[in-house]
């Protein structure tokens, strides 16, 4: 029999509540590797009550990469997996979560494998991973894509698209999404 670990104080508690909500909104904003100062200022507290109550960077990432991140792709992978057009679903997969690098950071980060200390994130990756090749695999099995497009080919362009959407945080959503398209016709078989 394993003891309870001991409660933690009103006041403690509010300030783990408050440093969760205050890395979901910085890590969500600016990633997973945004300083643990501007954590701190927004959670009201002090650096050193991070790495007292989460370990620092890694517990805190830990603490609430769920609901940051694995939801969403999660998400992604649950509602392309309902949808019944091999190629259409794998589109729709790329498509999904390019965007979703372009749009959360912290997810890009993830998706990027910025955090290889995480078994959290290691895992979310790997999960992501193997759904990109089932996917890929009914896809090409349709003849509509590329025969010669490995797994590591996709992992590969999901991991280029994440580094495009970093170095060009200044380019709108709408020309990001159209040069998506460029790429997904690319992985199509010349017919």
């Not at 969760?20 to 507290?45: I, K, M, T, Y």
């Not at 050193?48 to 890694?58: A, M």
């Not at 991140?69 to 259409?88: H, K, L």
């Not at 090749?133 to 698209?161: H, K, N, P, S």
Request: net charge negative; charged share 25%.
């Amino acid at each position: 029999m394993t003891a309870d670990p001991p409660r933690l104080r009103a006041d403690a508690r509010r300030n783990v509540e408050g440093i969760r909500v205050a890395a979901l909104d910085v890590f969500r904003a600016h990633g997973l590797n945004s300083p643990l100062d501007e954590v701190a200022r927004a959670a009201g507290v002090s650096k050193g009550t991070i790495y007292h109550r989460f370990g620092g960077r890694q517990g805190l990432i830990d603490a609430v990469v769920e609901e940051l991140v694995a939801e969403r792709i999660t998400g992604i992978i649950t509602a392309v997996s309902a949808i019944d057009d091999p190629v259409e679903r794998f589109e729709s997969y790329l498509r999904q979560i390019w965007l979703l690098q372009y749009d959360e950071p912290a997810a890009n980060d993830v998706l990027l494998r910025a955090l290889p200390g995480s078994e959290q994130v290691v895992a979310l990756c790997e999960h992501a991973s193997k759904a990109a090749g089932g996917f890929l695999g009914d896809a090409q099995a349709t003849g509509v894509v590329r025969d010669d497009l490995t797994a590591e080919d996709v992992y590969l362009l999901i991991w280029e698209r994440g580094i495009i959407a970093r170095a060009c945080a200044q380019q709108p959503r709408e020309g990001y999404r159209r040069r998506l398209e460029y790429t997904l016709r690319g992985l199509r078989s010349e017919q």
